[in-house]
């Protein structure tokens, strides 16, 4: 259990050090580049964008890598986020050198072409975070399971029409010729021998 509390510990110690710097440092880059504008001939009372400019794109890069650490997307925020602190710690660079003197015409040409660079690729970069988020949404709505009914699914079938044909015509019936009935056999007529008896007559 000390274990963990010592852990712990440590870890809010950190964080509270990593604030304190970040503070810090955010005060001195801020103030040493908004100077540096006012070398590059940039208005006093604007010269303390040019520094939001450069620190805000280093913010975004950094959010940017964070959260597309699998992507493959990372790699444009991770070159936005060195080519951003490149250009910070230039700028600081020649902020002393100069010594309060104004800057040569190129490199005022520099650092006023820092601002629609930054617009440019702060930009993109929100596009590339939009896209990366819709195609992460696109699986997790397809692998959706499927549940099965267990009621009987009646499939459509298609039934042909049917086209009734005309009656074909009747021909018509004659009349039909009375039967006749068939004519009675009359019995034979019997015999003398059979009618009269022949007992007594003379032979």
């Known amino acids: 259990?000390?274990?963990?509390?010592?852990?712990?510990?440590?870890?809010?110690?950190?964080?509270?050090?990593?604030?304190?710097?970040?503070?810090?440092?955010?005060?001195?880059?801020?103030?040493?580049?908004?100077?540096?504008?006012?070398?590059?001939?940039?208005?006093?009372?604007d010269a303390w964008l040019f520094p939001l400019i450069i620190d805000g794109t280093i913010v975004q890069a950094t959010a940017g890598a964070l959260v597309l650490a699998k992507s493959p997307e990372r790699k444009f925020f991770t070159r936005v986020l060195a080519v951003g602190a490149l250009v910070s710690v230039a700028g600081n660079s020649i902020h002393a050198v100069a010594g309060g003197n104004p800057l040569p015409a190129w490199l005022c040409a520099v650092v006023a072409a820092i601002a629609p660079i930054s617009l440019l690729v702060d930009t993109h970069g929100l596009a590339v975070l939009f896209r990366a988020a819709q195609r992460s949404l696109a699986p997790a709505v397809a692998a959706e399971p499927v549940i099965e009914s267990s009621e009987p699914v009646y499939e459509a079938v298609a039934v042909e029409p049917v086209i009734e044909s005309a009656p074909e015509p009747i021909a018509p019936v004659r009349d039909a010729l009375p039967v006749r009935p068939a004519p009675r056999s009359r019995a034979p007529w019997p015999l003398q021998s059979e009618t009269l008896p022949l007992e007594g007559l003379p032979a």
Do not use: Y
């Open 1 to 45: 259990m000390s274990t963990h509390k010592g852990m712990l510990a440590a870890r809010v110690f950190a964080v509270l050090v990593i604030v304190g710097v970040g503070a810090a440092a955010f005060r001195l880059s801020f103030t040493t580049l908004r100077d540096l504008a006012k070398l590059a001939h940039i208005p006093a009372s």
